[in-house]
């Protein structure tokens, strides 16, 4: 029993808790109470028979937006990587019945938590864990952060939809902007930094692709890239460190992300320090963490092929400790 969910409806209190049935999966069991104090078990709210799922689920919050109701859980594979999914449907009879299920993000976020602030918006926070090993971690002093909030809602189509709160843009610093273009080549764009708010619109072609190397050292040789491509649909991070003797290590991570036929690609980027968080039309989410090794990591750069860069905005964001 894991990580006690709590909301109100009318003078009852209700409480989802993360469970596992053996040898069968994940659950969550719901319970109500008027005190707070005394809990009545009323039946599983959800649970599943596909081990794809995971063996137990943890960190349960469950809400309803708009007219739906939505779970998201943090699901132990058994794997060491462990994946958040979320489900959206109708909630009758202390009962939830899913309808369309999706990953809630593809890389270090996990166990994310919601609640309703004081303009009706329903909020997430996500803690995005380490990429360093155990030994970087207490040498360095402290361990994991927490994402940018973000502002969830639903499209028509059922998906979650999540976007950085609009606070965060009173904050921007030095603005820069590119016109229009052909994407052909890789280009350093006249803007470092290891804060920044990056905001991206590009077409392409069937086989075309696009992204942008971020905390890039002035030779290339350490960098992380982000990259779409068009054939196949495919969003990845490729982190790239060089090694004392020469070597370049390369870790990547790769998502679906499937466009319509005449939708653009959108692309939120934030980037802080370690943490860079890629949120692709409003609706893939792909969190990653990466330790620069140079001082000189801070160039940015756009790269691509048989792509069109409709709008390109990029602010530099200011330290909390300044």
């Given at each position: 029993f894991r990580d006690p969910f709590v909301w109100r409806e009318g003078d009852t209190w209700y409480m989802v808790l993360g469970s596992q049935i053996k040898d069968v999966?994940?659950?969550?069991?719901?319970?109500?109470?008027?005190?707070?104090?005394?809990?009545?078990?009323?039946?599983?709210?959800?649970?599943?028979?596909?081990?794809?799922?995971?063996?137990?689920?943890?960190c349960p919050n469950f809400f309803k937006l708009g007219e739906k109701w939505v779970l998201i859980f943090s699901a132990h594979t058994?794997?060491?990587?462990?994946?958040?999914?979320?489900?959206?449907?109708?909630?009758?009879?202390?009962?939830?019945?899913?309808?369309?299920?999706?990953?809630?993000?593809?890389?270090?976020?996990?166990?994310?938590?919601?609640?309703?602030?004081?303009?009706?918006?329903?909020?997430?926070?996500?803690?995005?864990?380490?990429?360093?090993?155990?030994?970087?971690?207490?040498?360095?002093?402290?361990?994991?952060?927490?994402?940018?909030?973000?502002?969830?809602?639903?499209?028509?189509?059922?998906?979650?939809?999540?976007?950085?709160?609009?606070?965060?843009?009173?904050?921007?610093?030095?603005?820069?902007?590119?016109?229009?273009?052909?994407?052909?080549?890789?280009?350093t764009l006249d803007v470092t930094g290891a804060a920044l708010d990056i905001v991206a619109e590009f077409s392409l072609e069937r086989s075309g692709h696009c992204g942008f190397s971020l905390v890039c050292s002035g030779d290339g040789t350490e960098r992380i890239d982000i990259v779409y491509r068009a054939e196949g649909g495919l969003l990845s991070v490729q982190k790239v460190n060089p090694e004392q003797n020469g070597a370049l290590t390369t870790h990547s991570r790769e998502t679906l992300h499937e466009l319509a036929?005449?939708?653009?690609?959108?692309?939120?980027?934030?980037?802080?320090?370690?943490?860079?968080?890629?949120?692709?039309?409003?609706?893939?989410s792909l969190t990653s963490r990466f330790y620069a090794l140079?001082?000189?990591?801070?160039?940015?750069?756009?790269?691509?092929?048989?792509?069109?860069?409709?709008?390109?905005?990029?602010?530099?964001m200011p330290s909390v400790w300044r």
């Open positions: 999966g994940g659950v969550i069991f719901l319970y109500r109470s008027s005190n707070l104090v005394d809990w009545e078990y009323l039946n599983p709210l959800y649970s599943s028979d596909n081990l794809r799922y995971g063996l137990i689920w943890a058994g794997a060491t990587v462990d994946t958040v999914y979320y489900f959206v449907g109708d909630y009758h009879n202390h009962r939830f019945v899913p309808q369309y299920s999706a990953v809630l993000d593809y890389g270090n976020m996990y166990a994310p938590l919601t609640f309703t602030d004081n303009q009706q918006r329903r909020l997430m926070f996500g803690w995005l864990r380490e990429a360093r090993s155990t030994v970087d971690q207490r040498l360095s002093g402290w361990s994991g952060v927490q994402s940018i909030p973000r502002v969830l809602t639903l499209d028509n189509q059922n998906r979650l939809l999540m976007s950085p709160v609009p606070e965060l843009e009173t904050i921007r610093g030095r603005h820069y902007s590119i016109d229009p273009m052909s994407v052909t080549q890789t280009t036929p005449d939708e653009t690609l959108k692309l939120r980027i934030l980037l802080d320090g370690s943490v860079v968080e890629i949120i692709a039309n409003d609706r893939t140079n001082a000189d990591s801070e160039h940015v750069r756009l790269f691509g092929s048989q792509a069109r860069l409709m709008a390109l905005d990029i602010w530099e």
